[in-house]
């Protein structure tokens, strides 16, 4: 979920960010909570981040699901090991690395390497690039032709949810950008997400800071 999300943000040819860091940050750390709450290892209740009562032996790994990678253990055991916080504080908190952690875990997947910058002194930060373009391309590509023919999954909801979350804008996605900024289209698009898991939870708590985070950053 975050992997493709991180491509999503990001150019496939400059490795230019699409977000800015902070929203960038925010983006992935929802996407990072959506995939615990996909192995039903965390859920929400009250607004409050708590770890799913059948998830309590520390199996994080659902029928039919892939083994979690070691950054997703490594969040279980983070949330486990802290008092119910309220779901904004556990967004703000990984946005701080989540960058990092996300590319991190690409990285050891050859998803993407790290181009460093020779402008550093300048303040221009390394880049991420991708291994391969025709790979960063698929997720937008992927998402819209789901969306657009109405077939698409959970996985294309919770990234076409963030994309709306951080007010991404993908050449991709052009063909179904009227339904990210129709309330009403994007309500009856991400309707399947309605259900046990807290998906459309996490999504509009995303969302809301990224909304405060764009407040912040006019005023200040």
Known sequence: MADDFFLMVHDDLSGRPRLSDRILGLGLAGALLCELAILRAIDVEDGELTTSTDREDGNTTTAGADEPSSLTSELVREVRGEQRLPVRDWLNYLA?????????????????????????????????????????????????????????????????????????????????????????????????????????????????????????????
């Open 96 to 220: 701080a690395d989540a960058a990092e952690r996300v590319a991190g875990r690409m990285a050891a997947e050859a998803l993407v390497y790290r181009k460093t910058s020779r402008l550093k002194l300048l303040g221009v930060s390394d880049r991420w690039m991708p291994m391969d373009t025709t790979t960063a391309e698929w997720p937008a590509i992927d998402v819209k032709l789901k969306v657009h023919n109405g077939n698409a999954y959970t996985h294309h909801l919770v990234l076409f949810g963030l994309t709306r979350a951080t007010g991404l804008r993908h050449p991709s996605l052009f063909e179904v950008q009227g339904r990210l900024e129709d309330p009403a289209a994007l309500e009856k698009t991400l309707e399947p997400l309605d259900g046990t898991l807290p998906l459309r939870q996490l999504l509009a708590h995303t969302e809301a800071a990224v909304g405060s985070a764009v407040t912040s950053q006019r005023i200040g």
